[in-house]
């Protein structure tokens, strides 16, 4: 069982970067694949951004791709998306998730944070 909440959402100019955190409870946490979604109104939700559980292997879509920068520290329980380069595109709530194994699918994340809002302006 893993509790999951993100934050360092908010607004930013397109062509800006902002850090988004996840932090986690629960003992088991560095074995956990961890994964960015995100999703915009209207639209269904997407994935971003994986890594597993020792943070050696790293998977991007590619829409984000060079443009984000997923990491973790598993001593503090915490999983980081770092985001440059930002488009109007990239507005979407961003929600980070917890897996038993490394996947890019969103049915086998078991937790899901609640997510945070990222509007970027154009």
């Known amino acids: 069982q893993v509790q999951l909440g993100e934050s360092g959402g908010g607004l930013v100019q397109a062509g800006g970067s902002l850090r988004l955190s996840c932090a986690a409870s629960g003992r088991m946490f560095s074995r956990y694949g961890m994964g960015w979604f995100r999703q915009a109104l209207g639209k269904e939700r997407e994935f971003v951004a994986a890594?597993?559980?020792?943070?050696?292997?790293?998977y991007y879509a590619d829409s984000v791709k060079g443009r984000f920068t997923i990491s973790r520290d598993n001593a503090k329980k915490t999983v980081s998306l770092q985001m440059s380069s930002l488009s109007p595109e990239d507005t979407a709530v961003y929600y980070c998730?917890?897996?038993?194994?490394?996947?890019?699918?969103?049915?086998?994340?078991?937790?899901w944070g609640q997510g945070t809002q990222v509007t970027v302006s154009s």
């Open positions: 998730a917890a897996a038993f194994g490394t996947t890019m699918r969103e049915d086998e994340y078991a937790w």
């Open positions: 890594i597993s559980w020792s943070g050696e292997s790293t």
